[in-house]
């Protein structure tokens, strides 16, 4: 499946975020946006990567570590955006 753009790929997955988001909030961690799911992903684990599926994302979003995002956050509370990242690299993120 093709995205003509990162807007769309976001909304495509926005049902994963907002499901990962419910889970951390059951767990406690009720300040992860799904905006910071998105960017931490984004960010690291997708920016090294080329020519992901939709499975292979969604899997990064319910697969990723409660601590970790939870560490990202709150280490970066007063340096991120805290909105979509929906800047274009190199990568493509549309597969």
Known sequence: MEFNNLSELYSRIKPALTSKKSDLKRVGIDYVKEEDIWN???????????????????????????????????GNMNNIKREVNLVEVGNDLSE
């Open 40 to 74: 931490y992903l984004k960010e690291t684990k997708w920016a090294r990567t080329s020519n992901l599926s939709l499975a292979d994302m969604v899997s990064d979003i319910f697969g990723l570590d409660d601590f970790t995002i939870e560490k990202y956050v709150r």
